[in-house]
């Protein structure tokens, strides 16, 4: 298998130790070094800290110097660090964890394409949020030159990467026009540019997601199986060149025949080698059951999102007779939908990163994990809960895996694994505080989990109204 392993699942014995024990802390209350023995800017101490580290996945202190993690551990052992300009900060049982990586989203270019909010508005609202990190996709000239003067002066607080786009999603070709912008890959940067986003079949522009079946109710015979925007000729040679200038190359692909093309184009360009770029597919919304175990075999990182509950219930109608009817394939590829337990079953070991795919307004990383975990989705502030279908609620994955998704998979995905996405020293302080700890409480109750507080790189970037004892200063 052709695979960069990713932290492994937490061993049965691990599992049922959490399960037990609510801290599952060190018991040795033996001090804990910090580097060249200096005392840190921070401490957050008796709270449920929730690293993604499967050597300690729970801890209830934390200690921060300037922009790092320097110790990990209990809270007697983490304030023994505590100096004299140290600023203590008691949790009082809430929960602290990596912040949400959000590996495909539309927040700076969306807002730049229709002139509001402003960058300011769009980037405080992702911090509120809890996204400490994030890619903004499809990006064409003007809006990177934008994105690039934003952060010039000094205003990027969110660590983002742009994916420069090959093609639009209404098929127009834009060439080569990221030639002179080489990737960049250190994942301390707040703004780097990281590989190309091509599209190979359709979602808006009345174009249908690419089948490789017949749609009982496509409008005519030329969009009978939905719509490649590029063929499978056309990508795999598109995929070389990204290839061979170190660019990730990130595919749009959610029909069935469209996963199934980014799949043979990715295999053909490594030849066997190890995806060391991470090319990545997108979306991944139909995937026929037998190209499943492709991914884990090709490399390719799936990057999936929740349930779509909301498109199944708004792409269903009733005839005239009353019998129920489906755009986008009939009843037969709706199994198919965003399966992600079957995905994970059939890639042991394989990364998968989580992506919104959000603008302005949208539901953020907690209803997106409410979402993973129950099905079920929110659509937006003003629309009621889409309730999933019970055939579609066992591909639902569990809270720790989707919190691995949106947190250890996505930094994979962005080239950031060795520096955010866990709470280990060494790592950047890129953290949030959660109202509740969203392991141990039924997925049912994780809309009423509250993002207090959202630190980057050491800052407080958002503070809660009411959280302030949680905020140092």
Sequence with gaps: ???????????????????????????????????EGASPSIVFHGGRVITMEPDMPRAE?????????????????????????????????????????????????????TGSPSLHEVQDY????????????????????????????????????????YNLHCGEILGHWYADLPPERDPDLMLRVLGVKVFTDGWTCDLLPAFSFELRDAPDAESSQGHLIVGPDELARVLSELDAMGYQAVVHALGDRAVENALDAIESVLGGAPNNLRHRIEHNMFIRPELMVRYGETGAVPVIWGSEACFIRNTSHRDSEGRLTHRWGGPESHPWINAWQSLLDANPGLPVAFHSDMSWGEPGPVANLYSLTTRNEVFSDFWPICEAPEWLRHEAIDIEEALRVMTTGAAYSLHMEERTGSLKPGKLADLIVLSDDPLEIDPESLLSVEVLVTMVGGQVEHCAPQAESLCPG
């Design 1 to 35: 298998m052709n695979v960069l392993p990713r932290k492994p699942l937490l061993p049965l014995v691990a599992a049922l130790a959490i399960a037990l024990c609510a801290s599952c802390v060190p018991a040795d209350p033996t001090p804990l070094p910090t580097h």
């Design 126 to 165: 992702a911090l509120r949020l809890g996204i400490t990190a994030m890619a903004d996709m499809s990006v064409e000239p003007p809006v990177l030159a934008i994105i690039r003067d934003f952060h010039d002066a000094g205003e990027m607080r969110i660590r983002t990467g742009v994916y420069p786009s």
């Design 61 to 113: 202190a934390i200690a921060v110097r300037d922009d790092e993690i320097v110790a990990v551990g209990s809270s007697e052992q983490i304030l023994a660090l505590a100096g004299p300009s140290t600023r203590v900060v008691d949790l009082q049982g809430r929960a602290l964890l990596p912040g949400f990586i959000d590996a495909h989203t539309h927040l700076f270019s969306e807002a730049i394409r």
